[in-house]
């Protein structure tokens, strides 16, 4: 975990679990986390073992410049990564295993940003491990945020946590590192964009 927002919802959520594998949803007290909600999640599996949203923080909406309760936690990648982001964080949810994702995020106007996404296992009302709580963090977060959508994240590397084990650096886990597709994958069309080597150059400077 790089980003001190993964390190406090991390901290709260081994705090809130004591000796248990994973804290149980009533244990989340929404006001002790008050200044991280915007960047949080919450997924639950359903029937057919399909990870969704049952809560997102306005940050994370204002990535995509939608409402995301209700949609497959997988939806939110690359067409080619969905399938594996879907198994991760049903993983996650099902077997108590606490990760952290790179990502590259890469906007339908063919910018990309980078980003980290911590995945914590949570119990529901039957005490199952059936659900995750999470948070999405962008470094340093670029000017167009809300105003070019994201088209899916892609995920550069996976690091699963040792709860037993001290997490500030993460030496007990290596990144598994991940070809990115949003360096390889083909941009949206623009008028005004040319392709030199393998980078997309964007014509007139920024653009707001």
């Not at 804290?23 to 399909?50: G, M, S, W, Y």
């Not at 980078?114 to 529901?124: N, S, V």
């Not at 000017?143 to 500030?168: C, E, K, M, N, Q």
Request: glycine residues 8%; hydrophobic residues 40%; proline residues 7%.
């Amino acid at each position: 975990m790089k980003h001190k927002n993964s390190l406090g919802l991390y901290e709260y959520w081994t705090a809130k679990r004591g000796a248990r594998a994973a804290p149980n949803r009533t244990d989340i007290e929404p006001a002790d986390i008050r200044d991280l909600l915007p960047h949080v999640f919450i997924c639950d599996l359903d029937a057919q073992d399909q990870l969704n949203f049952r809560l997102a923080g306005t940050a994370l909406c204002s990535l995509f410049c939608r409402e995301l309760k209700g949609s497959a936690f997988g939806s939110l990648w690359l067409a080619d990564g969905v399938r594996n982001a879907a198994r991760t964080g049903a993983a996650v949810a099902s077997r108590a295993t606490p990760a952290a994702l790179s990502l590259d995020c890469l906007t339908n106007g063919g910018r990309v940003a980078q980003a980290e996404m911590l995945l914590l296992p949570i119990t529901g009302p039957t005490g199952e491990h059936d659900r995750l709580i999470g948070l999405v963090s962008v470094f340093e977060p670029p000017y167009w945020v809300g105003h070019d959508p994201l088209a899916g994240f892609s995920t550069t590397g996976i690091r699963f946590i040792d709860p037993s084990r001290d997490p500030l650096f993460l030496a007990n886990r290596p990144e598994i590192g991940l070809a990115t597709a949003a360096r390889s994958a083909k941009s949206p069309p623009r008028p005004d964009a040319r392709r030199v080597a393998h980078l997309v150059v964007l014509e007139g400077g920024r653009r707001d």
